[in-house]
């Protein structure tokens, strides 16, 4: 057995005028890892522009750490009661526009930055902790707007880069996009496309990129009670690996009624 307990602080304050300031901290004392204090900065200003759109500016830099596992401490074969946790800080940037029309676009750069880390050593097949100070970076962007005003449309885009770390089964560079359409007042059409890039996995053997389609129409019927749904998945049957010596599944497809009453 074994007893933790904290204390928690956090304090907001909201502005009229779009400044916006979230701060916090916790103090985690363990029996096993002793004591860890985190933290949370996180201030905001947003105003109007010249055309009445908003921007919004972001800003957090944060603490953060992870405890070995049971597992990592005392399987037999690769456990060590060594080890010490994980702790890293979290650096991003970023800004946000919206306008009246629904439409918003938002982009966040990220750095993490561990020391020490959590490893899985080869030479050993033992955890342990990393010497180095590992650190992963890398941007999110986001897009939501009308198109015709009749389709809905999102995108989005994720780059991934890291420095003496790894990225397994994680992917420099995602994207993909969501489509919305409705036909009429009672049926609605929904496709999307994303495409995975290149991983390393587990073994270290290199994942090939990979694109999925996707398809999905819904029709309410009149009386409002009934509604039928159809979903094709895979679309063009893609072979592709997700994670190592897992299965995925290639086209298939879904039909079904929903009844209401």
């Known amino acids: 057995s074994n007893s933790q307990n904290d204390v ?14 979230n701060v916090g901290s916790r103090l985690n004392n363990h029996q096993v890892y002793g004591s860890h204090l985190t933290y949370n900065i996180n201030p905001s200003y947003s105003f109007l522009l010249s055309n009445e759109d908003r921007l919004k500016i972001l800003f957090s830099f944060s603490s953060a750490f992870i405890p070995p596992s049971l597992y990592q401490l005392y399987d037999s074969f690769s456990g060590n009661n060594d080890l010490e946790p994980e702790e890293n800080t979290t650096l991003e940037f970023g800004f946000e526009w919206s306008n009246n029309d629904h439409a918003r676009a938002s982009l966040l750069v990220f750095k993490r930055t561990e020391d020490p880390t959590l490893i899985y050593d080869y030479a050993t097949y033992k955890y342990g902790n990393s010497n180095e100070r590992i650190s992963y ?7 939501k707007n009308k198109l015709f005003d009749a389709v809905d449309i ?5 780059y991934n880069e890291t420095t003496k770390g790894n990225l397994i089964n994680l992917p420099k560079q995602v994207f993909g ?16 496309f994303q495409h995975v890039g290149t991983r390393s996995s587990l073994s270290g053997a290199k994942l090939d990129a990979y694109t999925l389609v996707d398809f999905k129409v819904d029709h309410i ?10 979903i094709l998945a895979n679309v063009f049957d893609t072979e592709f690996v997700e994670i190592e010596n897992y299965s995925t599944q290639g086209r298939s497809f879904r039909l079904g009624v929903n009844i209401s009453f």
């Open 177 to 192: 996009t969501v489509l919305d359409y409705d036909l009429n007042r009672s049926t609605h059409l929904n496709s999307s």
């Open 8 to 21: 928690y602080f956090n304090l907001v304050y909201l502005s009229p005028e779009g400044i916006n300031f």
């Open 221 to 230: 019927f009149s009386n409002q009670q009934l509604s039928a749904f159809f």
């Open 137 to 143: 970076s890398g941007l999110e962007f986001d897009y």
């Open 154 to 158: 999102r995108l989005n885009y994720t």
